[in-house]
C-alpha cells in the first residue's frame, strides 16, 4: 500500500515564502524519483520539481529555478518543498508523486518531471498566493 501525505499548504502574500512536506509510506518508500506537482483550476497538473531517492539529484521547471528548492530526509521517508518569493501565479493545490522514470543527457540523469511517470499520489495541499 502506497501511502504520500502532503501537509504545510495555506495562504501567504506575495513574496513570502512557505515550506510543504510530503510523508511517504508503503512502497513509495522504494520509488527510485519523488516529485512536487501543481495543478490551478482550470489549468493541467505540471512538474514543478523532481528529486532522485538515491542521490539526491534534483530537476526544476524553469518557473520555480531560483525560488525553489526540493529536498528529501530519507530516514523519515519525507520531502520537502521550500518555496521563496512566491508569487500569485504560484497559487495552485500542490501534489506530491512518488515514481521511478529517469532521463539522462551526456550522462546527467535526473528524475522526470512529467505527469505520466508518476503511478502514485497524494491528495494535495492548497497554496494561495496574493
Keep these: 500500500h502506497v501511502q504520500l501525505v502532503e501537509s504545510g499548504g495555506g495562504s501567504v502574500q506575495a513574496g513570502g515564502s512557505m515550506t510543504l512536506s510530503c510523508v511517504a509510506s508503503g512502497y513509495a518508500l522504494g520509488s527510485t524519483c519523488m516529485a512536487w506537482f501543481r495543478q490551478a483550476p ?28 526540493i529536498s528529501q530526509d530519507n530516514s523519515k521517508g519525507t520531502i520537502l518543498l521550500q518555496m521563496n518569493n512566491l508569487k500569485p501565479g504560484d497559487t495552485a493545490t500542490y501534489y506530491c508523486a512518488a515514481g521511478g522514470t529517469t532521463y539522462c543527457s551526456r550522462g546527467d540523469c535526473r528524475c522526470s518531471v512529467k505527469v505520466p511517470d508518476y503511478g502514485d499520489w497524494g491528495r494535495g495541499t492548497q497554496v494561495t498566493v496574493s
Design 42 to 69: 482550470g489549468e493541467e497538473r505540471e512538474g514543478v520539481a523532481s528529486i532522485g531517492r538515491r542521490h539526491g539529484t534534483t530537476a526544476y521547471t524553469d518557473s520555480v529555478k531560483g525560488r525553489f528548492t
